[in-house]
């Protein structure tokens, strides 16, 4: 009974903070541009990202054919707006849904490893209250929907290996498979799952379950190839610009280094330890503290030895440290929202050595609790200011007025594809992250936030044309028409 209280309670205060946070939430760029396609598909029967700029676009056929990201989320976004109505939150309604798979799959797979339910229930509580899980949970992306999968495959695997080897197998890389469809960071649960089929099995393994194993990815690869066919020319310079954009896939030039910015930038990007986004202020250096418990999780299995020598959690170990290389490595922007596909394995790591700690007749149970509850602390509180905060209706909504009240007959609006949420997907707004650098138009409206910020600053090593451009078109003819926290509009002289 105390078992399924915790489980309710722990599902209960994650859809509640996700939820308000969906809700309150300013939308971001991603979420404008994986919008518009779902929305296209949901209501004119066609898959093209129509919010780009498309003039000068080295993006082929992008307005026709989305080729630029995996399907399968954007399908699942274009089926909610079918059956909810076109919204944000019923976009963002995807990534909560998967969310729950997620805390479902890290429970078992926390339970599958220890054979305790009280490592798999504290496990569950510290995800349903993680920070980067509640975060990624109300964010429109498919980061939510690939981690779910990807730990899903995980979870299957240890579920099923014990009774039926072959069908833990081609269960487990049938949602490999899926999620590659969804987002190419499924090369991580892939990795993981040769290493732990290796690691766990390798002496029930024999040829049979390796063409077993290899089945879902014909079947995969065939439908994506069908798909690809549609228009190969069009995917080649999509896929290629998304792949080579912004230093994306500099890891493979300079591994080392890429390694060394997973501490330098990632991770203090992520807790607080460095510029902020637009609109939220307070004491958000105090996020760094949950790294402190991902560490303790770490740490505590390698010092304490009767964990050291659990082949379990030896093998969680080695899949995190593999997780953590792979992922360093193929992504050279140090997107933090890739933090998703590891965290995880830090809160299953954490959950052991309260599980460990709870069972010690010499410490006190309310101490783990005390400690535990400390742990989550921190991450619902920062959730909860963000959420009081409501950048979505105080500094989204009154930028979106000023807009429509303000473009006049058709005047043209430049800005980040989110803005299509409050102006529609079929008005004067277009996206275009260059600006009209190429195509020389000059819109009535430029919208600049916080993502337009870093895009230029980012330009200085990647396109120091545009980093020159820019500033230099607002300041000779633009001005300052309307300002907030999150956003200012500049209006053309």
């Not at 290899?214 to 896929?239: E, I, N, R």
């Not at 280094?257 to 004491?283: C, K, M, V, W």
């Not at 922007?333 to 299953?348: G, N, R, S």
Request: charged letters at 15%.
């Amino acid at each position: 009974m105390k078992h399924k209280i915790v489980v309710i309670a722990a599902i209960a205060v994650f859809l509640a903070v996700a939820i308000g946070s969906s809700l309150t939430h300013r939308p971001q760029i991603d979420e404008g541009m994986f919008a518009s396609p779902a929305y296209n598909l949901a209501t004119a029967g066609h898959f093209g990202t129509t919010v780009l700029e498309m003039e000068e676009s080295s993006l082929t056929r992008i307005d026709q054919r989305t080729y630029w990201v995996m399907p399968l989320f954007l399908l699942n976004v274009s089926a909610s707006f079918k059956a909810f109505g076109f919204s944000l939150f019923s976009m963002r309604m995807v990534s909560i849904f998967w969310g729950l798979v997620l805390l479902a799959a890290i429970y078992f797979i926390a339970l599958k490893l220890s054979r305790d339910k009280v490592v798999a229930l504290f496990a569950l509580v510290l995800a349903a209250c993680d920070y980067m899980v509640l975060e990624t949970a109300s964010s429109a992306r498919m980061d939510m929907m690939s981690a779910s999968l990807g730990f899903s495959a995980i979870a299957a695997y240890l579920l099923l290996r014990e009774n039926n080897l072959m069908l833990a197998i081609l269960a487990s890389h049938c949602i490999v498979v899926i999620d590659g469809l969804t987002h190419p960071n499924a090369i991580l649960p892939f990795v993981g799952l040769l290493f732990l089929t290796v690691f766990l099995d390798f002496r029930r393994l024999d040829l049979r379950m390796v063409f077993l194993a290899a089945a879902p990815y014909l079947v995969g690869g065939t439908a994506f190839g069908l798909w690809v066919l549609q228009d190969p020319q069009a995917f080649k310079d999509q896929f290629i610009d998304n792949a080579m954009m912004g230093g994306r896939m500099s890891g493979f030039s300079s591994p080392l280094s890429n390694i060394t910015r997973e501490f330098t930038d990632r991770y203090p990007h992520a807790f607080g330890l460095q510029e902020n986004s637009s609109g939220h202020s307070g004491p958000i250096y105090l996020k760094s503290l949950m790294l402190i418990g991902y560490a303790a999780g770490i740490i505590g299995i390698l010092l304490i030895k009767e964990l050291r020598k659990n082949k379990n959690y030896l093998a969680l170990l080695v899949i995190t440290s593999i997780y953590f290389l792979i992922l360093s490595i193929i992504d050279g922007q140090k997107q933090t929202t890739y933090l998703i596909h590891i965290v995880p394995f830090y809160l299953v790591s954490l959950a052991v050595v309260l599980g460990w700690f709870w069972n010690q007749a010499r410490v006190p149970r309310l101490l783990v609790v005390g400690f535990a509850c400390a742990v989550i602390a921190v991450p619902l509180g920062g959730m909860g200011l963000k959420i009081r905060q409501n950048t979505y209706g105080n500094l989204y909504n009154p930028t979106i007025a000023f807009l429509k009240e303000n473009s006049g007959d058709g005047g043209l609006i430049m800005g980040g594809s989110e803005l299509a949420f409050g102006l529609g997907f079929d008005t004067n707004h277009v996206a275009d992250g260059r600006f009209a650098y190429y195509t020389g138009k000059r819109p009535k409206f430029i919208v600049y936030d916080s993502a337009v910020a870093n895009s230029w600053k980012d330009s200085k090593t990647h396109f120091p044309e545009f980093y020159e451009y820019f500033p230099r078109l607002l300041r000779e003819e633009y001005f300052v028409a309307y300002e907030n926290a999150g956003f200012t509009v500049y209006e053309r002289r």
